[in-house]
């Protein structure tokens, strides 16, 4: 089976400053992962995913993830961090072998001004 | 905008009803998923169809059904409604197996 633990149900980041998310995973095979954004009364949108070759992902928006298979976590980061990136994030992995995706519990990001 | 429709946006009902929500997916996508999303237990998978057929279930409830019709859009079926069924409840579709799911704003279902 798998599963999502995201630390942190609420993070809070000063405008400007790095953003780190974190999001580790339990998977018997070789997962795809994804983290996805949701703005206020708004559906989930997908900033970038995993699925195979470069560890490093580039999304949308500036973020990036890193694939740590030793660690078994995905964390999404951000150099800086604006205004607009005030919402809920939620980390998900998938079995490659089927299509259901098992979502975190999110987290939801602050920026302070 | 994902391209997938949801409709009704907001839903207000008493218990023991019944509510039909409607989905439609992006045009191309044969996979469509529901999904509820409460404060307390956050977003959970329900159910699956690809092509008209039933892929896979999650934590759906007895009382809640779903369907894929032949032109793709899907229905989820909520009956005997309770308290507990308040949430929001999302439609995703992608083009198949493993591919990046696509959300519809959602439809809020509040029982009174």
């Known amino acids: 089976a798998q599963s999502v633990t995201q630390l942190g149900s609420h993070v809070s980041v000063s405008e400007g400053a790095l953003v780190l998310l974190r999001c580790n995973y339990s998977?018997?095979?070789?997962?795809?992962l994804f983290w996805y954004v949701q703005y206020p009364n708004q559906g989930l949108q997908l900033l970038l995913k995993?699925?195979?070759?470069?560890?490093l992902v580039k999304g949308i928006n500036g973020f990036e993830a890193e694939f740590k298979k030793s660690e078994t976590s995905f964390h999404l980061t951000k150099p800086s961090a604006h205004m607009s990136d005030a919402a809920e994030y939620f980390c998900?992995?998938?079995?490659?072998?089927?299509?259901?995706?098992?979502f975190g519990k999110g987290t939801r990001l602050h920026i302070l001004p | 905008d994902s391209g997938v429709t949801q409709t009704p946006k907001h839903l207000i009902t008493a218990t023991g009803q019944r509510v039909t929500l409607r989905c439609s997916p992006r045009?191309?996508?044969?996979?469509v998923y529901w999904y509820q999303q409460s404060l307390d237990q956050g977003l959970q998978f329900l159910i699956q169809?690809?092509?008209?057929?039933?892929?896979a279930k999650g934590n759906i409830l007895e009382r809640f059904s779903a369907q894929q019709f032949p032109d793709l859009h899907s229905e989820l079926n909520l009956s005997s409604l309770e308290l507990g069924d308040s949430a929001l409840y999302f439609c995703?579709?992608?083009?198949?197996?493993?591919?990046?799911?696509?959300f519809g704003d959602g439809t809020r279902l509040s029982i009174l």
């Open positions: 995703a579709s992608s083009m198949g197996p493993n591919q990046p799911q696509h």
């Open positions: 998977s018997s095979v070789p997962p795809y």
């Open positions: 995993y699925t195979t070759g470069a560890t």
């Open positions: 998900a992995v998938s079995d490659p072998r089927d299509d259901k995706i098992i």
């Open positions: 045009s191309g996508d044969l996979s």
């Open positions: 169809y690809y092509n008209g057929e039933e892929r």
